[in-house]
């Protein structure tokens, strides 16, 4: 892709503003981090604490009143985000653009739409601020590497899965015509349930064979459990070893925020900007 002009870089405070905000190799990136997450971490503690009732009751007004302070820290980083950036649109529908987005809107909801007598239902809206934990993988940088994995290996584990359900399927099947209705098994559906249960090793324990073969059968399934929890994990262990062994370079580009380059990379893949 042919690079764009280099005007649509940034410069001066806006640079600096997009290097502490999104870049994380600079002592002061870092710090901005640590303080966004702990300001994460303490807002959701506070609306978790704000559903118990006795809470609600004794330090309500003060909950109400931090939650606002966090709403409007989290507003002024939201807009900072889009001053620091050269396509402020292309970040603001960007997965981390919506969260953020998401992590602010529902207290201005409650405030436009009145909590009345019989409109308290809309109170749920504020449930919707523990979308503030999602910005937390944005600051997770190996995280990235354990969703390259996952998504590497998609079709592997697809492949997988569907074996395990065919596999339940034949295993819930035999059991329902070894036990039968009158020991709990009383449809093909119940008795693929107790297969999923058993092989997961759950275990609820509210059906169990009662036969000798339906006993076989489980203690069969239980052992097959055990093997086949290892499967995925060695699927995506593999895929996070070749993820860790192409690292990227932490840069966000200063006009698309999107991360990912090379560590030698001059100009964003994505959008062709120079990077800083």
């Known amino acids: 892709m042919r690079p764009v002009d280099e005007k649509s870089v940034l410069s001066g405070w806006r640079a600096r503003l997009h290097e502490i905000i999104f870049e994380t190799d600079t002592i002061a990136g870092r710090l901005f981090d640590a303080s966004l997450i702990a300001a994460i971490v303490v807002s959701v503690i506070l609306v978790m604490l704000d559903s118990v009732a006795w809470i609600n009751e004794s330090y309500g007004r003060a909950i109400y009143a931090a939650e606002w302070f966090f709403t409007g820290l989290f507003t002024v980083e939201y807009v900072l985000r889009l001053v620091c950036v050269a396509r402020p649109l292309k970040y603001a529908t960007s997965f981390f653009g919506l969260i953020d987005l998401m992590a602010i809107v529902p207290s201005y909801l ?11 239902v809309v109170r749920v809206l504020r449930v919707l601020r523990i979308f503030r934990t999602f910005k937390l993988f944005e600051y997770m940088t190996e995280g990235m590497y354990i969703v390259q994995a996952i998504s590497a290996s998609r079709k592997k ?100 925020c999107a991360e990912g380059h090379d560590i030698d990379a001059v100009h964003c893949k994505f959008c062709g900007s120079r990077l800083n």
């Open 110 to 120: 409650d405030l436009l739409v009145p909590g009345g007598r019989y409109l308290s």
């Open 157 to 256: 584990i697809s492949l997988f899965l569907i074996a395990i359900l065919t596999l339940v399927v034949i295993l819930g099947s035999l059991m329902y015509l070894i036990e039968g209705g009158e020991n709990g098994f009383t449809s093909i559906p119940k008795s693929v349930y107790w297969a999923i249960v058993t092989m997961t090793t759950v275990g609820y324990g509210d059906i169990a064979p009662k036969s000798t073969l339906g006993m076989g059968l489980a203690s069969v399934v239980m052992i097959l459990g055990y093997a086949i929890l290892a499967v995925p994990t060695g699927i995506v262990t593999v895929e996070m070893v070749h993820a860790s062994a192409s690292r990227k370079s932490s840069q966000a580009c200063p006009s698309c």
